[in-house]
C-alpha cells in the first residue's frame, strides 16, 4: 500500500524558513512525478511545486525564488525548502504523486506577520 506522510510544518514568523518532507512508503518516490499542494481557509488546492521522475522542476509564480523542491532518493522522500516565508502562504501543505494521484494527510504551515 503506498502511503505519504508529510512532515516539517509549524509556526514561524515572517521572513522566516521552514523544511517539509514527504516520506513515501510502499513505493520508491524517485520513479514519479511528485508535487507539493497548499490549501488556504476558504480556498481551493492548489499547486505550489512539481518535481518530475527526471529532475525537472516547476513553481507556482508567487513562490519562485523563495521556495525550492528537491529528492532525497536515500530517505525516499521529497523536501520543499521554503525561504522569506509570508503571511499568505498560511495553508496546509500535501504531498502527492501526480502519477497515481496519491496524497498525504496534510501539515500546516502558519505564517505570523
Known amino acids: 500500500q503506498v502511503q505519504l506522510v508529510e512532515s516539517g510544518g509549524g509556526l514561524v514568523q515572517a521572513g522566516g524558513s521552514l523544511r517539509l518532507s514527504c516520506r513515501a512508503s510502499?513505493?520508491?518516490?524517485?520513479?514519479?512525478?511528485m508535487a507539493w499542494y497548499r490549501q488556504a481557509p476558504g480556498k481551493q488546492r492548489e499547486l505550489v511545486a512539481s518535481?518530475?521522475?527526471?529532475?525537472?522542476?516547476g513553481y507556482k509564480d508567487s513562490v519562485k525564488g523563495r521556495f525550492t523542491i528537491s529528492r532525497d532518493n536515500a530517505k525516499n522522500t521529497v523536501d520543499l525548502q521554503m525561504n522569506s516565508l509570508k503571511p499568505e502562504d498560511t495553508a496546509v501543505y500535501y504531498c502527492?504523486?501526480?502519477?497515481?494521484?496519491?496524497w498525504g494527510q496534510g501539515t500546516q504551515v502558519t505564517v505570523s506577520s
Open positions: 510502499g513505493t520508491i518516490a524517485s520513479i514519479y512525478h
Open positions: 502527492r504523486i501526480v502519477d497515481v494521484g496519491t
Open positions: 518535481i518530475t521522475s527526471g529532475g525537472g522542476t
